[in-house]
């Protein structure tokens, strides 16, 4: 089945630190992944769409200035989260789909970021 | 009203009962639906994708109703490791979206 593999799993770093976070698809292409945000105890929240070769759709409220996407190629897509406060600290988790853009989604590990 | 919605629960349930979730849709375009499930500070995985004409995998049921725009998984024979949280996701091809409900969490009690 579709694999989708996120790197890395954990970070711990210091407050103004930029935290990138790669989400890889492993046997398949994906033209769309999809970046989702989880605080402790609460659902899922879709932050941004990210597009192979154009730019991140970003949902309301998450400013694209803070968290950089780029979508280079069929099987990459990065997060950058710029000059990290500790309120940013979260579970970031990367999806895809290996069928249609809005197929059954695969998942990424997921990447708990502390910051102190 | 709310594009997906869940009962966020929690349900409490004996091990070995029954239990079913109901997830309402708003947008009457909506073509793909699913359910995942998500463990404690883990990703979601697939549980099951819900077809038409209702599908059933082993302990699990999915039902899809277009008229009242719902969708409902049904577990019978509950474990204790069927404990996590079930996410009702509703898809569109027409416009891209993916909409994930809020899940609804279920304790399966020994």
């Known amino acids: 089945g579709a694999v989708v593999s996120q790197h890395p799993s954990w970070v711990i770093c210091k407050s103004g630190t930029s935290v990138k976070i790669e989400c890889r698809s492993l046997?398949?292409?994906?033209?769309?992944m999809f970046w989702y945000r989880q605080f402790p105890k609460q659902s899922l929240m879709l932050m941004a769409t990210?597009?192979?070769?154009?730019?991140?759709?970003?949902e309301q409220g998450v400013e694209k200035d803070k968290f950089l996407i780029n979508h280079a190629s069929l099987t990459l897509s990065t997060l950058t989260v710029t000059s990290a406060h500790p309120e940013d600290s979260s579970f970031y988790i990367c999806?895809?789909?290996?069928?249609?853009?809005?197929?059954?989604?695969?998942f990424g590990d997921g990447t708990r970021l502390s910051i102190l | 009203r709310k594009e997906v919605e869940q009962d966020p629960g929690p349900f409490n349930v004996p091990e070995g009962a029954t239990v079913a979730f109901n997830c309402t849709y708003s947008?009457?375009?909506?073509?793909?639906f699913f359910w995942y499930r998500q463990d404690c500070r883990k990703e979601p995985k697939l549980l099951m994708s819900?077809?038409?004409s209702g599908n059933e995998d082993g302990r699990f049921t999915a039902q899809l109703n277009r008229a009242s725009q719902y969708i409902s998984l049904l577990i019978r024979d509950s474990k204790l490791s069927d404990s996590a949280t079930y996410l009702c996701?509703?898809?569109?091809?027409?416009?891209?979206?993916?909409?994930f409900g809020k899940g609804t969490r279920l304790h399966i009690l020994p």
């Open positions: 819900v077809y038409s």
């Open positions: 990210s597009n192979e070769g154009s730019k991140a759709t970003y």
């Open positions: 996701v509703v898809s569109s091809n027409r416009d891209d979206k993916i909409i």
């Open positions: 046997d398949f292409q994906a033209t769309t």
């Open positions: 999806s895809a789909s290996g069928q249609t853009r809005v197929g059954p989604q695969h």
């Open positions: 947008n009457s375009a909506s073509q793909s």
